[in-house]
């Protein structure tokens, strides 16, 4: 999957933000480069089991390559971003350079009862819910009436 050279950058600036703000590493992996396959799994060996070898050998930040950026090792100077970050800042930043969803929109098209929605008609089902739907009228009818009776006999 080809992205836009500037999509890739914001999405690369955003993992390595959240990354550093955690205190984490970040690993792109993929089966199709052998060389990757080979990190991921002297990492887990390290990580796991605590092999003296040390699987970043080397420090990629570059948006056009897999990243490999080990523990400690990035700054908020090196990703592009001035000074701390909070993940409300991060997030934000990303919102303005990645283009998202409109939420608003696509709450506002879902119908407002999903068993009223003309898409999804089943003839038995409806039925069945007409069914309790009525009974459950009655019995707020009877609730009700007793609610009323009640208050005035008190």
Not at 28 to 41: C, D, E, G, T
């Amino acid at each position: 999957m080809a992205l836009d050279p500037s999509l890739k950058k914001a999405i690369c600036r955003c993992l390595r933000s959240m990354a550093h703000h955690i205190g984490g590493a970040l690993l792109f992996y993929s089966q199709k480069i052998p060389k990757l396959s080979k990190v991921l799994r002297d990492t887990i060996s390290h990580m796991g089991f605590g092999s003296p070898s040390h699987p970043f050998r080397s420090h990629v930040t570059d948006h056009n390559e897999p990243l490999s950026v080990w523990f400690g090792t990035d700054s908020w100077s090196r990703i592009g971003d001035t000074g701390a970050q909070s993940v409300e800042r991060i997030g934000a930043t990303f919102g303005v350079a990645v283009p998202q969803l409109q939420l608003e929109k696509q709450l506002q098209q879902v119908p407002q009862d999903p068993a009223k929605d003309p898409g999804f008609k089943e003839s038995l089902i409806d039925e069945m819910r007409a069914q309790k739907n009525e009974e459950l009228a009655t019995i707020m009818r009877d609730v009700l009436l007793r609610g009323k009776f009640e208050s005035v006999q008190n």
